[in-house]
């Protein structure tokens, strides 16, 4: 199983911009599904997280600036708006995925996609 995440650049303060990641590989089902990132401060934390039926949860820093979304059962979208300075980081895509008929369930990390925003 594998995740790539894409959709990182170069925003400036105030800007979009949207994160994507699809799930690729043998497995049965993908259930939750998340973004995290690591700033410079080198701490992995959470930014969003969505369920395979829709039910979503945010970090305070991202609620009412972040939208998360899944197009799929494979895929998830991490759309930013109103982005700031301290929203640099490398963001990472995670998922919970089963992975055989007998309802094991691993997690799988994407490599992460950077984002910079930058005036």
């Known amino acids: 199983v594998q995740l790539q995440a894409s959709g990182g650049g170069l925003v400036q303060p105030g800007g979009s911009l949207s994160l994507n990641c699809v799930t690729s590989?043998?497995?049965?089902?993908?259930?939750?599904m998340a973004w995290y990132r690591q700033g410079s401060e080198n701490q992995r934390e959470l930014v969003a997280a969505?369920?395979?039926?829709?039910?979503s949860t945010y970090s305070d820093s991202a609620k009412g600036r972040f939208t998360i979304s899944r197009g799929n059962e494979k895929m998830v979208y991490l759309h930013m708006d109103r982005l700031k300075p301290d929203d640099t980081a490398v963001y990472y895509c995670?998922?919970?995925?089963?992975?055989?008929?007998?309802?094991?369930?691993?997690?799988?990390w994407g490599r992460g996609t950077l984002v910079t925003v930058s005036s």
């Open positions: 590989g043998s497995f049965i089902s993908v259930d939750r």
């Open positions: 995670n998922a919970d995925v089963r992975i055989n008929y007998d309802g094991e369930l691993r997690t799988f």
């Open positions: 969505i369920t395979y039926l829709g039910s």
